[in-house]
């Protein structure tokens, strides 16, 4: 079992880097769901794209998430429930500014005792909590169905 905010780096990859394809990314993320306990606050950085929709949704199964996950694009905050525990799925590319976290219930969401997986995590600015676990997927040259996996 992984302790709270510790960073993670996935098995086998050289340097926290790993190259993966979405069925990949998906069994990594369904891992990493199976071992986090809350309270956890998850960065997951990308481009529009690099799947990092696909990687909550993994890691929500692995967490034991039943209902359908689907991107907070436009209502910026999902809330499942996990195996006992909250989970809080947030995206904020549409976020104008760090001030708007207030109206989302920032504080209370990443002070929870829950597990916090946050889509765009650059526009909280420094409100991110600094001990969050930071992934970031980044797309492969000449390679759509591949992505860098990069966690830790």
């Known amino acids: 079992m992984l302790e709270p905010h510790h960073h993670i780096v996935p098995s ?41 929709t696909t990687l ?3 890691i929500c199964r692995g967490c034991g998430v039943l209902a359908t996950v689907t991107s907070p694009t436009f209502a910026l905050v999902h809330e499942y429930r996990g195996r006992g525990f909250p989970i809080y799925h947030l995206d904020l590319y549409r976020l104008g500014s760090p001030v708007e976290l207030a109206n989302l219930g920032w ?5 929870s005792r829950a ?5 765009w995590p650059e526009r909280a600015g420094k409100s991110l909590p600094s001990d969050a676990v930071t992934i970031e997927l980044e797309g492969v040259a000449g390679s759509p169905e591949q992505r860098v996996l990069l966690a830790g």
């Open 12 to 52: 086998l990859a050289r340097r926290g880097h790993l190259t993966v394809t979405e069925a990949e990314l998906e069994r990594w993320g369904e891992q990493f769901g199976r071992e986090v306990s809350p309270p956890l606050v998850v960065a997951i950085s990308g481009e529009l794209g690099a799947g990092k």
């Open 56 to 58: 909550v949704k993994a």
């Open 115 to 119: 597990l916090i997986l946050i889509e």
């Open 107 to 111: 504080d209370e969401i990443v002070n």
